[in-house]
């Protein structure tokens, strides 16, 4: 890409395959040539994203019914109606099981 020396537009090619400023006017003297290239990059395989290692609930001292573990995720929800309070859920760090609490 070429900008015009006296008003700093761009360069293009007019109808008549000649260079000109596509704001003055002005034509740059000798051969103009547009050239593009790219580079394409080949990607290695597919990743596979752990889902446990994402995790960025908070961990909180509560047991678990099924496996009595004293550590669980918590997060919270507006399931009900916007006037009442929200759901907490838990899920066990170790079996996974996942339960309700209603506020």
Same mark, same amino acid.
């Given at each position: 890409?070429?900008? %015009?020396?006296?008003?700093?537009?761009? =360069?293009?090619?007019?109808?008549?395959? /000649?260079?000109?400023?596509?704001?003055?006017?002005?034509?740059?003297?000798?051969?103009?040539?547009?050239?593009?290239?790219?580079? =394409?990059? /080949?990607?290695?395989?597919?990743?596979?994203?752990?889902?446990?290692?994402?995790? @960025?609930?908070? =961990?909180?001292?509560? /047991?678990?019914?099924?496996?009595?573990?004293?550590?669980?995720?918590?997060? @919270?929800?507006? +399931?009900?109606?916007?006037?009442?309070?929200? +759901?907490?859920?838990?899920? %066990? @760090?170790? %079996?996974?099981? @996942?339960?309700?609490?209603?506020?």
């Amino acid at each position: 890409m070429e900008f %015009c020396p006296k008003c700093g537009s761009m =360069i293009v090619m007019a109808d008549n395959n /000649k260079a000109a400023c596509a704001k003055c006017g002005y034509k740059p003297k000798g051969k103009f040539k547009i050239q593009s290239s790219e580079n =394409i990059e /080949k990607k290695e395989g597919i990743r596979i994203i752990d889902e446990k290692k994402l995790n @960025t609930y908070p =961990i909180v001292n509560h /047991k678990c019914a099924k496996c009595k573990n004293k550590e669980s995720y918590f997060w @919270t929800m507006q +399931t009900r109606a916007a006037d009442e309070s929200e +759901t907490k859920f838990y899920k %066990c @760090t170790k %079996c996974e099981h @996942t339960w309700r609490e209603y506020r």
